[in-house]
């Protein structure tokens, strides 16, 4: 991974949502999103809203890295306590560092915070501080990672993250709407073991089960994103005959677009998860990507508070939330990148956006 790119793209793979760099403890403990509540259920009234008003409170927002999806995040999560009168006292980064995020975490209990939001980097190396928290009266939510031995509601009001199955599996009927006609399907996943894109990838290839056009007929793992370019030409070598191919996320795709640009295969569509500029560019100039998987960080920020405020109330809270996604097409760019960053698109797709629109 490129040192700047690893940032902006690991955040869009965690809900990505979507911390591949220091992975999950094995000791940390997998979601049943079988049980999960809909971020539509978590509703906070404007009489809430007022209720909250009449008493000053605190939030920290207590992040493990920095990029255009965590501030994302971060922006919905201060729309939301804004409306119910509470102040955003800090905002973290810890540079993917798990030691510096239990110095911030220890830093802004300090502050004696009403609410903290984070992404536990290392859950057991953040479990002592967190707890010390929590007891000096601080509600916490967890972005994706859980912590092993936090029960709900007693250690924490909640965890919020993607539907990680139901984007899997809109992978394969995105590739199944593609055609009807039995066609060559190769899949490059991430080989390494971490829940959030095993989940989507096991989602991925058991849907394909529903699709029998769709024929995987060749499966290449890789670690680091960087490999996936070497991946993807080897796979080409030994499969000439694939016509579409999907990729865990969209980094790591990138590199498989590059490989099927050396080989001149302008004939293979992919498939991916999240949104990053690279990719969304080749979507909107009509290249190799035929769509992507998009979860909404500024709603999972939103969600995220929703439920804090919510457990101030002393309502009950969903242990598990997850949030929606969106299929984004060479015809939806503009309205995907708004539902999932709030903010405008990048201008360097716009000039392509313009031109298809004006088709």
């Known amino acids: 991974m490129k040192p700047k790119k690893l940032q902006w793209r690991q955040v869009a793979l965690l ?24 971020a539509e259920q978590v509703i906070l009234t404007p009489a809430q809203q007022q209720q909250l008003k ?18 994302a995040v971060t922006a919905g999560a ?25 110095a911030d975490i220890e830093n802004v209990t300090t ?13 057991s190396s953040v479990k002592n501080s967190l707890q010390r928290a929590v007891k000096q009266g601080a ?12 029960q709900h509601p007693a250690d924490y009001t909640g965890i919020v993250t993607d539907d990680m199955l139901g984007m899997g599996r809109r992978a394969a009927s995105v590739l199944a709407e593609y055609s009807n006609k039995p066609v060559k399907v190769g899949m490059i996943f991430h080989d390494a073991d971490y829940f959030i894109t095993n989940t989507r990838d096991r989602a991925f290839t058991d849907a394909l089960k529903a699709h029998p056009q769709l024929q995987l007929v060749a499966r290449k793992g890789f670690v680091r994103e960087q490999e996936t370019s070497d991946v993807a030409a080897a796979l080409l070598l030994q499969h000439p005959e694939l016509e579409l191919i999907y990729v865990s996320w969209d980094s790591a795709a990138e590199g498989v677009l590059e490989a099927l640009r050396a080989a001149g295969r302008k004939d293979i569509r992919v498939v991916t998860h999240d949104l990053g500029v690279n990719n969304l560019l080749d979507l909107a100039r009509g290249g190799n990507m035929l769509a992507t998987i998009a979860d909404q960080p500024y709603l999972i920020g939103q969600t995220m508070a929703k439920v804090a405020l919510l457990a101030e109330l002393q309502q009950p809270t969903p242990a598990l939330t997850l949030v929606p996604f969106d299929t984004v097409h060479r015809h939806n760019i503009s309205e995907g990148w708004l539902r999932a960053f709030h903010s405008p698109l990048p201008a360097v797709i716009q000039p392509f956006i313009a031109t298809e629109n004006s088709r």
């Open 111 to 123: 502050m004696r915070p009403d609410f903290i939001l984070t992404l536990a980097i290392d859950p």
């Open 78 to 102: 201060r729309t939301e306590f804004a409306a119910a009168g509470v102040d955003v006292v800090a905002v973290t980064d810890a540079n993917f560092d798990p030691a510096r995020q239990v």
């Open 15 to 38: 809900c990505l949502l979507p911390v591949l760099s220091t992975p999950v403890s094995a000791a940390t403990p997998a979601l049943d999103l079988t049980t999960a509540a809909r």
């Open 139 to 150: 509600k916490l939510v967890l972005l994706s990672n859980p912590i092993a031995g936090f």
């Open 54 to 71: 009449t008493t000053k409170r605190r939030a920290a927002l207590v992040w493990h890295g920095s990029s255009a999806w965590i501030n």
